[in-house]
């Protein structure tokens, strides 16, 4: 006997539910990306250097030995550090003679921004929903309701 829990799923035997044969968990409600270059955007900001990186970067493009000078790592690390900037789209590298200046490419910070931007206002209108339902609760329980500051 087989059986598919949704469709697409892969079929589970009756051993699968019988006798409590572990099965990979497949969460449904999780969003799996389907933008690469959002996906390196967020892995390349995941690391604390390279967002420090880039703000220092915001001032002004920077060579990598400028870059590298408050690091307490080598040159090659920061190097590294800025290839993956490189491959993520954030940063761009302009090569004049010997020296690297390098500077935000502020595309890719956007896109992930509005990416971001949609989940904030989804979690804004739930937390003023809740907000909402808690005054209600409150005021019919007879409370006074407090709010922000007034705690």
């Not at 598919?4 to 497949?26: C, M, S, V």
């Not at 956007?110 to 931007?117: K, Q, V």
Request: net charge positive.
């Amino acid at each position: 006997m087989y059986v598919r829990a949704f469709p697409g799923d892969n079929l589970l035997t009756k051993e699968h539910l019988t006798h409590r044969i572990p099965l990979p968990i497949f969460n449904r409600m999780v969003e799996h990306s389907r933008s690469p270059e959002l996906d390196r955007v967020f892995s390349a900001l995941a690391d604390p250097t390279r967002r420090a990186i880039l703000r220092r970067l915001t001032d002004h493009p920077a060579t990598i030995n400028e870059i590298a000078k408050p690091f307490p790592v080598s040159l090659n690390a920061i190097s590294k550090h800025v290839r993956r900037l490189e491959r993520a789209g954030i940063l761009r590298r302009e090569i004049k003679g010997r020296q690297h200046y390098c500077s935000v490419e502020p595309g890719p910070l956007r896109e992930a921004n509005e990416w971001l931007e949609q989940y904030r206002q989804f979690w804004e209108q739930r937390l003023d929903s809740l907000e909402a339902y808690v005054a209600r609760k409150y005021q019919a329980s007879g409370r006074a309701v407090k709010h922000g500051n007034d705690r």
